[in-house]
């Protein structure tokens, strides 16, 4: 993806993995081979190789600069976790996100903020690293935005049931650890953050993929963008709504958010920054006969 400018406003994405090719009957529990069959057409071959027959997902993080304040919103799996039920996710040794965060001439001190729009394991990775067998926050400098209900929501799930792990253990070394140092900050959805005169971050609440996921609003002077988290996770919903995501909690709520969303953006032309896409990334949702379709920005 290449650098978006909002006006005063920068967005760029900090890639973990660009490409994670997996079993889309794993990724979608009611998916079925004819439904794939119809969308092979359109599917450009970064979002579905044909010869595997297995689906694509990227991870990755979007930076945002504005008058010399940085935010990274999601941070992917994350270095040394241990995630024995998701081999392609366990212990994972990479060097290639800190280096696209070197690429854009940040350290992790230089972050500002970093924002979660749910707390899932894939979107709260890199939050923390491991030090001397103790994991502490990889972005010291930073304030650390959590949704209040998303938080109450999962710790209500561990008091309820303390022996088992949250979110593929990522509530325990990813989340409470940040919480432990005090960078953490719990919002409600009238969350604002200005960035300059006319530059900000605000929130979008999308619920049902979990209880308090958020979407990021950026707006600069020349435009906006909304950054979707898991509201959406492949171009092939917007087509086959009804797809259900393996992670989706609330079924029924996470499908009406999500085709509420793809409304909202087809009618408004606001440009979209899912978490998931891979490729270019970034796009506009376009009406396309009875169905909507991406259009990839670059």
Same mark, same amino acid.
């Given at each position: 993806?290449? $650098? ?5 406003? $920068?967005?760029?994405?900090?890639? *973990? ?7 889309? /009957? ?14 092979? @057409? ?26 010399? /304040? ?5 941070? &992917? ?19 290639? =996100? ?17 924002? &979660? ?20 926050? $990889?972005? @010291?400098?930073?304030? =650390?935005?959590?949704?209040?209900? %998303? ?11 303390? *022996? ?20 953490? %900050? ?5 969350? #604002? ?17 979990? @209880?308090?996921?958020? &979407?990021?609003?950026? *707006? ?15 171009? #092939?919903?917007?087509? *086959? ?33 899912? &978490? ?23």
């Amino acid at each position: 993806m290449k $650098t978006i400018d909002l006006g005063g406003v $920068t967005v760029d994405k900090i890639v *973990e993995n660009p490409g994670l090719w997996l079993d889309p /009957f794993w990724l979608f529990h009611n998916i079925d081979q004819p439904t794939i069959d119809r969308n092979l @057409p359109w599917m450009q071959d970064f979002l579905f190789d044909r010869a595997t027959n297995l689906i694509s997902l990227s991870f990755h993080s979007f930076l945002i600069r504005a008058n010399g /304040f940085n935010v990274l919103v999601d941070t &992917c799996v994350g270095n040394h976790k241990t995630r024995p039920g998701t081999p392609f996710w366990n212990q994972l040794a990479g060097d290639r =996100y800190m280096a696209d965060l070197a690429r854009h001439g940040l350290t992790t001190a230089d972050i500002h903020m970093v924002m &979660c729009t749910h707390l899932h394991v894939d979107h709260v990775g890199w939050n923390t690293r491991l030090e001397d067998g103790r994991w502490v926050p $990889t972005f @010291p400098n930073a304030r =650390y935005i959590f949704g209040q209900k %998303e938080f109450d929501g999962h710790a209500a799930r561990q008091a309820a049931d303390p *022996e088992t792990p949250i979110n593929r253990g990522s509530w325990a070394d990813s989340v409470l650890p940040v919480v432990e140092t005090g960078q953490a %900050e719990l919002v409600d959805f009238d969350f #604002i953050h200005t960035l300059g005169l006319e530059e900000r971050i605000t929130l979008l609440p999308t619920p049902g993929h979990t @209880p308090g996921h958020f &979407c990021v609003n950026v *707006e600069g002077r020349s435009g906006q963008g909304l950054i979707t988290g898991d509201a959406i996770h492949h171009p #092939i919903q917007f087509r *086959e709504p009804h797809l259900v995501n393996n992670g989706d909690m609330d079924v029924p709520h996470a499908r009406a958010t999500r085709e509420a969303l793809t409304r909202r953006l087809a009618d408004s032309g606001e440009l979209m920054l899912p &978490c998931h896409f891979a490729g270019p990334t970034a796009g506009r949702i376009r009406p396309d006969g009875e169905h909507f379709r991406f259009e990839f920005l670059d």
